[in-house]
């Protein structure tokens, strides 16, 4: 009986060591790909198989490590009422982080501080030693304007402009006709005529290389003109476009994706993406529903143009047009592509809200790579430029006194609340009387910050903006619309630069330092320990592996104050380990079989490791959640490390354990795991 029990129990100790060394194999891949790839790489070629390479996620690194710049500004707060001083200097935060994200910057910090009487914004920008630079990304004020919808014609070219574009459009068709021409007389001189007469920079500096265009890309226009020469072409006549003259080779041509023609229908919900519709959840999917008892190949189009919350399907009927994958969400193209040509789709719920979809056509693109000498032309817009969809209407940040989250007394939805000043009231509601039914919108630094609709005039100088708004999205709007409401000019009183040499040293210095911690610790747990020593030190490096692909996923910012959590982390996870084997050499010296003895440790031990480890980590949410972004990188690694050496101590340590306790050898010579039995 005790080995038909035993069975099971090594099979699903040998299961869970197998799925343990498949995670740290994805984990280390995850952590330093290159080695992965490579090996990938020889067994495909040895064996014929397609593993695939693992993505290089960079490990994201903070400003003492990677380098970049540090900014220090004093908030002028003089002319802020005290009350409204913590609000306004949010604000200024939060136009600075948006500025600062406008400009693409890893893992940007931007923080508030207050130092006595004195309002300051401190801002760590990573990778951006140029401090010029970061002064100039981070600006002034915010200004914010109130915009409405420009509805004034482009002028029209005056007789002498429309001749200028003539004659130059002119004497580009002759340079184009020379070009083409010379190309005729040798072909092999394409490259050479490229540099000589093409005015497009971009594909110049490529030789005239194009790469690869579709038929419904940026080049649909060429493509089109060039669909049906052989490669080798040298196309004997000018391409002529509205802006540019082409003169073409076609280089190559390839089978490209799959892509289908579809159509849909929409009902979204209140809360989907993009969805202007009051109606709840399970309304808009009882309608779809409704819908798709319905729904035929032949009745399709009529459906939508009578029923769809897109915008514009009544004019479009819902038709995409062709999409390749990756074009549309997943749970969209999955059914679109796996679709029969004519079907109708079942109901599909995607964040835009539901969908039925009609899959009218289905191709096999043929790309192709072209060649080109362009010879540019000019058109109305180099003259007149079009016009801005939205023109200022005078009314400005200086204008607004306040803006506070409200609730409608009604539905007790979040709403935005707004009010001007005597001269403001007076621009708002001329404003609103003659934009009823039509769109103003509100920019923060150029960027519009919400789009709303005028319901009706508005002369008391007070406004609600509602909408699909939880709490949180109508403080933000609320706290932009401060930002450039309240005037708070902001003095840059402290600039530092982090090089990338210092940071390097600083991050080589860190991971010596926690190498030679991880030696010393081994080394410990070895000799005093023995087997089950040498086993912990096999949990640690499967331990070390795991945290850092979670410091990759999460991601979490490396800052020198995150290694040092990481690196004390590394020590305080055999603290687990230690608990557990001085209660194993306890179980063993009281007489215990090697089996009894393990499970027993681990569940005395179990109590002092949880209890332990809980203050620990009580404290690193302490200081997360109320420090600095210094002391926050640290109280995170430490806490991260923190549960994964709970992990690994009741979790790893004890499969490789149990494994290896049912070994005679081990059975037999107690001493290999540090202890021996009590003497009589």
């Given at each position: ?28 891949a ?7 790839d ?109 915009k ?37 007389a ?15 920079e971009l594909?110049?500096?490529k ?41 073409v ?51 399709f ?42 079907a109708?789709?079942?109901v ?113 100088g ?11 999205e ?10 450039g409401?309240?005037p708070?000019p ?17 991050l ?19 000799i005093?320990?023995?087997l ?13 592996v ?20 990481f ?20 179980e ?7 089996g ?5 440790g ?22 997360f ?53 009590q003497?009589?």
């Amino acid at each position: 009986m005790a080995k038909q029990a035993q069975g099971p129990n090594r099979n699903y100790i040998r299961i869970t060591i197998a799925v343990l060394i498949v995670l740290f194999l994805l984990a280390g891949a995850l952590d330093y790909p290159p080695v992965w790839d490579k090996m990938a790489d020889k067994v495909n070629d040895a064996v014929a198989l397609n593993i695939p390479h693992f993505s290089d996620i960079p490990f994201v690194l903070g400003l003492d490590l990677q380098g970049g710049t540090h900014l220090v500004y004093l908030a002028d707060m003089k002319d802020i009422p005290k009350d409204d001083r913590g609000e306004a200097l949010e604000g200024v935060r939060d136009v600075i982080e948006r500025r600062v994200n406008a400009f693409g910057v890893a893992e940007p910090i931007v923080q508030t501080a207050r130092v006595g009487d004195s309002y300051r914004i401190i801002v760590e920008l990573a990778g951006i030693s140029n401090i010029s630079e970061a002064i100039q990304m981070i600006g002034e004020t915010p200004i914010l304007e109130f915009k409405e919808e420009n509805d004034e014609p482009q002028r029209e070219l005056t007789p002498e402009e429309e001749q200028q574009i003539l004659e130059y459009n002119e004497a580009a068709k002759i340079k184009a006709d020379e070009a083409l021409e010379k190309a005729l007389a040798n072909p092999d001189s394409f490259v050479d005529l490229v540099k000589e007469y093409s005015e497009d920079e971009l594909s110049r500096a490529k030789d005239g290389d194009l790469e690869f265009i579709i038929p419904d890309g940026e080049y649909s226009f060429l493509y089109q003109a060039i669909a049906d020469y052989e490669v080798g072409t040298l196309i004997d006549t000018v391409v002529n476009t509205d802006d540019s003259f082409y003169i073409v080779k076609v280089e190559e041509k390839r089978e490209g994706d799959t892509q289908i023609h579809a159509r849909h229908l929409l009902i979204c919900y209140s809360g989907a993406l993009y969805c202007e519709s009051s109606i709840s959840k399970d309304e808009a999917r009882a309608k779809i529903d409704e819908l798709k008892a319905q729904a035929t190949a032949e009745n399709f189009d009529q459906l939508v143009r009578e029923n769809s919350t897109e915008p514009g399907a009544a004019d479009t009927g819902g038709d995409l047009g062709w999409f390749s994958r990756g074009d549309m969400v997943p749970e969209f193209e999955q059914t679109a592509f796996d679709m029969e040509k004519g079907a109708v789709s079942d109901v599909i719920e995607t964040d835009f809200g539901f969908h039925i979809i009609n899959k009218i056509d289905e191709r096999r693109i043929v790309e192709i790579r072209p060649r080109v000498i362009t010879i540019n032309k000019m058109t109305k817009t180099d003259i007149v430029p079009p016009a801005d969809e939205y023109k200022n209407t005078g009314l400005s940040g200086k204008h607004l006194e306040r803006s506070q989250v409200q609730f409608d007394p009604n539905t007790n939805e979040p709403m935005v609340g707004l009010e001007f000043n005597s001269e403001g009231s007076e621009l708002f509601k001329e404003i609103t009387e003659r934009n009823v039914g039509k769109k103003v919108a509100i920019f923060l630094d150029g960027e519009p910050i919400s789009v709303p609709t005028v319901n009706e005039a508005i002369r008391d100088g007070r406004a609600v903006i509602s909408g699909s708004f939880d709490v949180q999205e109508a403080k933000l709007l609320a706290q932009r619309l401060n930002a450039g409401a309240l005037p708070v000019p902001i003095n840059l009183i402290s600039e530092q630069t982090v090089g990338p040499t210092l940071g390097s040293a600083s991050l080589q210095k860190s991971l010596f330092a926690g190498l030679i911690g991880f030696v010393f610790v081994a080394l410990f747990m070895i000799i005093y320990y023995r087997l089950p020593g040498l086993l912990s030190v096999i949990a640690l490096c499967f331990y070390v592996v795991f945290v850092l692909a979670i410091f990759k996923l999460l991601p979490v910012t490396l800052t020198l104050s995150g290694l040092a959590g990481f690196i004390l982390s590394l020590g305080m996870a055999v603290d687990a380990n230690v608990l557990i084997f001085e209660r194993l050499k306890e179980e063993i010296r009281s007489g215990r079989t090697m089996g009894s003895a393990i499970d027993e440790g681990f569940k005395r031990a179990w109590t002092s490791i949880r209890d332990g480890n809980l203050t620990t980590l009580i404290a690193c949410v302490i200081l997360f959640w109320f420090s600095s972004s210094v002391i926050k990188g640290f109280a995170l690694t430490l806490g991260v490390g923190v549960i994964m050496s709970m992990i690994s101590a009741v979790t790893i340590t004890r499969v490789f354990l149990k494994f290896v306790g049912g070994w005679k050898a081990i059975k037999n010579n107690p001493w290999v795991l540090g202890a021996k039995p009590q003497q009589e």
